[in-house]
């Protein structure tokens, strides 16, 4: 499939399911209910103080400040590697998901979508745009655990619903997928193994964390009963932070096929066998 085409579909599905996150959760009974039960057992968390910490802490770093430093550093690091393509994919990403989701609350409800998601979420994105082509990959599962983090805190602060946060998510995807297709990465330089290694990079990482996660549940076996307490809330949770890596990290690989189908034009073109 054409890499623009991808990007294309990409985006339509990001944006198709935030119109059906925003009627679930908004035009059916069933969607309003689980969005309240999940936020009432989600502030729970609030009673574990290194929850409660940590939860406040990751809402803390999204703000006007952090949007500016971390949005204009990474515009900053492209223009300074030549790369003035991505450099303006990263502004259009951050500036387009943000300003519509400020545009869409003002139309509806003020809390939908979530504009702390949407900047977590675009800015994850746009550093899959400035990233090297090796690293693109980690830097999209990386963006996404961070976008993660900072949804499901505010789901635990009871700043926002879960669906609000969803949609956050899915409107920096669509953006960040239109972007893609407008503004295709054109380097040819990347070769396979650059892809290779920031998958590897990206596995190395998951393995990483699924062994702290076993670490953590034999150092304190209470958080297994606490889990079998509130397994739908878990659930829940599991699936907001799942949708935050998944629209990161496809992006990313989609932007990783891009360079590596770049490159093995470049050496078919020029007569070499490519790797």
Known sequence: MPVRRALALYAGACLTLAVAVFLFAFHTSRGSFWDLEILQAATAGRDIPRVQSASEGLVETISIGSLVLLGGG???VAVLLGRTRAALGAVLVIAGANVTTQILKQLGNDRFPSGHAT???????????????AWKLLAGLAGG?????VGVSLVIQAAHFPSDVAAGYLIAGGWAGAVGAVLPEKRGDPAARSTRAGAI????????FAIAVGVAVVEHPGIVVRVED?????FALTVLA??????AV????????ALRRASTTRSWSSGSIPE
């Open 119 to 133: 900047v977590a979420m675009s800015l994850a994105l746009a550093a899959v745009l400035v990233a090297p082509p």
């Open 74 to 76: 990474l515009v900053v």
């Open 145 to 149: 655990v961070y976008a993660a983090g």
């Open 242 to 247: 799942g949708l935050a890596v998944l629209v």
């Open 250 to 257: 496809a992006f990313a690989a989609i932007q990783a096929m």
């Open 230 to 234: 509130r397994t739908k809330l878990v």
């Open 201 to 208: 990079a990206a596995a190395v990482a998951v393995t990483g």
